[in-house]
T-cell receptor, first 113, second 111 residues
Framework: DGGITQSPKYLFRKEGQNVTLSCEQN?????MYWYRQDPGQGLRLIYY???????QKGDIAEGYSVSREKKESFPLTVTSAQKNPTAFYLC????????????FGPGTRLTVL | SQQGEEDPQALSIQEGENATMNCSYK?????LQWYRQNSGRGLVHLIL?????REKHSGRLRVTLDTSKKSSSLLITASRAADTASYFC???????????FGQGTRLTINP
């Protein structure tokens, strides 16, 4: 099955801890994205990557970091510098550029205790 | 600021009725897309309409685009309970390198 997976589905973190959210795709897509969604709200772009070893900040990158060492993987680290990290995080991918149809993973719900 | 804004924010109709939701945007676009999100899930792409197209159909979905008014509408005909979801428009502003999503319309289909 081709698709995009995120793990874990639910994640709990204590304040002051960094946490990494996983995103993997086997669609052979070049571009990958991370979004944050708050209750009843739309999606806000955190980071995106158009190619391996390259990524750009989105609209709300502060307190987050990413890496793109492999085409299939785009992990997101939520650092302790993110002041309000509790949210639903969505990963997506697309081909070939950044304006085409995006395919989304099932999301990770992060709760900071 | 948001490029796309949906209207209404919430819509509740009876099963079998048609549902219409609208999206307005601010700058020139290359294309506009509509996505569906079931509660607690990821988004699913529904349809893409390019700036040189005025109307597009896919099954029970009909999308229109009016670039002079910078607006689009999504019509779902003969609604079903399974259509209950949030619907988002996404635009790619010409010259931008990313999609921008609106805040969505929450659609509830009552049996």
């Amino acid at each position: 099955d081709g698709g995009i997976t995120q793990s874990p589905k639910y994640l709990f973190r204590k304040e002051g801890q960094n946490v990494t959210l996983s995103c993997e795709q086997n669609l052979n897509h070049d571009a990958m994205y991370w979004y944050r969604q708050d209750p009843g709200q739309g999606l806000r772009l955190i980071y995106y990557s158009q190619i391996v070893n390259d990524f750009q900040k989105g609209d709300i990158a502060e307190g987050y970091s990413v890496s793109r060492e492999k085409k299939e993987s785009f992990p997101l680290t939520v650092t302790s510098a993110q002041k309000n990290p509790t949210a639903f995080y969505l990963c997506a991918s697309s081909v070939p550029g950044t304006k085409d149809t995006q395919y989304f993973g099932p999301g990770t719900r992060l709760t900071v205790l | 600021s948001q490029q796309g804004e949906e209207d209404p924010q919430a819509l509740s109709i009876q099963e079998g009725e048609n549902a219409t939701m609208n999206c307005s945007y601010k700058t020139s676009i290359n294309n506009l897309q509509w996505y569906r999100q079931n509660s607690g899930r990821g988004l699913v792409h529904l349809i893409l309409i390019r700036s040189n197209e005025r109307e597009k159909h896919s099954g029970r979905l009909r999308v229109t685009l009016d670039t002079s008014k910078k607006s689009s509408s999504l019509l779902i005909t003969a609604s079903r309970a399974a259509d209950t979801a949030s619907y988002f428009c996404a635009t790619d502003a010409s010259g931008a390198q990313k999609l921008v999503f609106g805040q969505g319309t929450r659609l509830t289909i009552n049996p």
